[in-house]
């Protein structure tokens, strides 16, 4: 199916063949993670050229699509491949390829090379059944992560032991790894959107922890905001304008929904609230799949572009009060015909660590 969907677009695009090199590309057409290689894919077959390293692994895990190959001269192999097929014109990854790399294509290989941009990228924008299944299943081990912690979690750990704390419970859980850098951070710290633990008790007022694992390559993101010490009316009044903003956002979202649209109703709940009046200052969310941010993008400069069911995307307002702290709630959703498919179960009531 996916190589279908590419050489559909090859047929448009009026190219014999594509060069991929960009690793997450490879990993998704492929089913297949490696480096120092490459897939080479014409109209009629598909090679996966990589080396001794991964070979063995390739001929079992690979798609079967692919004819998994290792070449000692990868030059000479392909350019027997052009010579037999005829190839004139190949494309390539613009958005990722370097100006040097192709222009050694270019002068070692005798055909046009054709910038195809983001054209794989774009077909990763709808997710299969089986892939929706590996990030549910990275997102469950996220939320087991958070359940453990709340259990053992104390005033008197630091940001880094919760972060620790987390990241030991994903990767025990069975995580290949984490998705991105673990995110929490405390008191005025909680106010810098992508703060880094810091080895400090954890301070009073928010705690803001934005973690996710990996499964099989595919990305979990969930933000989990909770209060040290007793919340006051202060910290529970913005707490649940974040809350309210997030529920009325993921109430809009269904296929066929604006991405600007999704954004501007999160971004005026918390807009109208005087003193919280441009304290949202990033969007509303971004899609994820093989890589943490992928597109589409849930914005204010996103009205237009439609939501497709497949698609996966994260759903994380948030009021930052710099200096003083901050609050983020964060789910992620599949895009369905009926609404959205949540693949987030932690709960979003507000805790408090006493």
Avoid: W
């Avoid at 979690?153 to 880094?160: D, G, K, Q, Y």
């Avoid at 990241?167 to 405390?186: H, L, N, P, Q």
């Avoid at 948030?318 to 003083?324: D, H, N, R, S, W």
Wanted: proline residues 3%; contains cysteine.
């Amino acid at each position: 199916m996916r190589l279908t969907k590419l050489r559909n677009k090859m047929t448009e695009l009026s190219v014999d063949a594509v060069i991929v090199l960009d690793e997450l590309n490879q990993h998704y057409l492929s089913e297949f993670a490696f480096t120092d290689g490459l897939l080479f894919i014409t109209k009629e077959k598909a090679y996966l050229i990589t080396d001794f390293r991964y070979y063995e692994m390739a001929l079992n895990k690979a798609n079967k699509s692919f004819e998994v190959v290792m070449p000692e001269k990868r030059k000479e192999f392909i350019e027997k491949i052009i010579s037999d097929y005829g190839i004139k014109t190949i494309g390539f990854e613009g958005g990722s390829v370097s100006y040097e790399t192709y222009r050694n294509y270019c002068d070692n290989y005798p055909c046009k090379f054709v910038n195809i941009g983001d054209t794989i990228e774009v077909i990763r924008q709808i997710k299969s059944a089986d892939e929706i299944d590996k990030m549910q299943k990275a997102q469950d081990i996220t939320d087991a992560a958070l359940a453990g912690l709340l259990k053992v979690i104390t005033p008197n750990m630091t940001e880094l032991d919760v972060a620790v704390e987390l990241e030991y419970a994903m990767r025990k859980g069975g995580a290949d790894s984490f998705a991105f850098e673990t995110i929490a951070v405390s008191g005025d710290a909680s106010a810098l959107p992508h703060g880094t633990p810091r080895n400090v008790k954890l301070k009073r007022g928010f705690l803001t922890m934005d973690f996710g694992a990996k499964f099989e390559g595919y990305c979990a993101d969930m933000t989990r905001t909770i209060v040290i010490g007793k919340a006051d009316e202060e910290i529970k009044k913005l707490y649940n304008t974040v809350l309210r903003a997030q529920t009325e956002a993921l109430n809009y979202l269904r296929e066929g929904a604006d991405c600007g649209e999704a954004d501007k109703v999160a971004r005026d709940i918390i807009d109208s609230v005087p003193e919280y009046k441009g304290a949202f200052g990033h969007s509303l969310g971004h899609s994820v799949g093989l890589f943490i941010h992928e597109s589409p993008r849930l914005y204010s400069r996103g009205f237009g572009r439609k939501l497709n069911a497949g698609e996966i995307v994260t759903v994380e307002p948030g009021i930052y009060l710099f200096g003083k702290y901050g609050c983020r709630i964060e789910d992620m959703v599949a895009i369905t015909k009926g609404g959205i498919h949540n693949f987030t179960h932690s709960p979003k009531d507000l805790i408090e660590i006493l």
